[in-house]
């Protein structure tokens, strides 16, 4: 079974600084997708960013950047130019590649990070 | 374009009553998920539907939970009777067409909270 980790439950960042959030899982599948959602306090889950299994390349999106190490199965967040609005609950969850079946999302348990002024 | 719809937002009910709550998904999206996100933990998948059929429901406690999307639109899951460890926020996701694989992005609603006393 598929299982993702996240060993830092609570991180913090001064304004305008960079934060890594760290992640690993743990998976026998080739063909999978692991991804960054976001939940501030409104509890609405928010994609930060999305990382394919089988591209070497780091997915971006603005400040937003990972460090995908495959075989070492990491999937890290790094945040740069940290702003206010950016504290909220972090999730690292995995999904697998294919169609045809369950695709769910697998969570880990999640970083708080506080963002200090 | 309208995002996935939740209703009630909090609901605060007495162990072995029942509660249901509705999902309405984005316009066009065959596939609906309903998680149960427990204080400090990631969501965990409770059932998902393509269309109006059942694709997974391997972790729905099906002893007391129960869940429907007749017309293959909208969604109700309930809990019948509740106890006290069902005290959790549960989120309704959609996506277009988990066959496309897991590329798919699910979409959040808000997320309903439940707290059974």
């Known amino acids: 079974a598929q299982t993702v980790t996240q060993s830092q439950p609570e991180m913090s960042v001064q304004e305008a600084e960079t934060v890594t959030l760290s992640c690993t899982y743990d998976?026998?599948?080739?063909?999978?997708?692991l991804f960054w959602y976001k939940q501030p306090p409104s509890r609405q889950m928010i994609l930060v960013i999305r990382?394919?299994?089988?591209?070497?390349q780091n997915a971006t999106e603005n400040r937003f950047s990972v460090n995908f190490q495959k075989a070492a199965k990491s999937f890290s967040l790094k945040i740069s130019d940290s702003q206010l609005g950016d504290a909220a609950m972090y999730f690292c969850?995995?999904?697998?590649?294919?169609?045809?079946?369950?695709?769910?999302?697998?969570f880990g348990t999640g970083t708080l990070l506080a963002v200090q002024p | 374009e309208a995002g996935v719809a939740q209703s009630p937002r909090y609901k605060i009910i007495e162990k072995r009553q029942s509660v249901a709550f509705w999902c309405n998904p984005i316009?066009?999206?065959?596939?609906l998920y309903w998680y149960q996100q427990i204080l400090g933990q990631g969501p965990k998948l409770l059932i998902q539907?393509?269309?109006?059929?059942?694709?997974?429901d391997s972790q729905l406690p099906k002893d007391r939970f129960s869940a429907e999307r007749l017309k293959g639109v909208d969604s109700t899951l309930k809990i019948q009777p509740a106890k006290l460890e069902d005290s959790a926020v549960y989120l309704c996701?959609?996506?277009?067409?988990?066959?496309?694989?897991?590329?798919?992005?699910?979409?959040f609603g808000p997320g309903t909270r439940l707290l059974v006393l």
């Open positions: 969850a995995y999904r697998r590649g294919y169609g045809g079946a369950t695709n769910k999302l697998i």
């Open positions: 539907f393509q269309n109006n059929g059942v694709v997974d």
């Open positions: 990382q394919e299994a089988y591209k070497q």
């Open positions: 316009s066009g999206h065959a596939t």
């Open positions: 996701a959609s996506s277009l067409d988990h066959l496309r694989g897991g590329r798919e992005t699910q979409y």
């Open positions: 998976t026998s599948e080739s063909d999978y997708y």
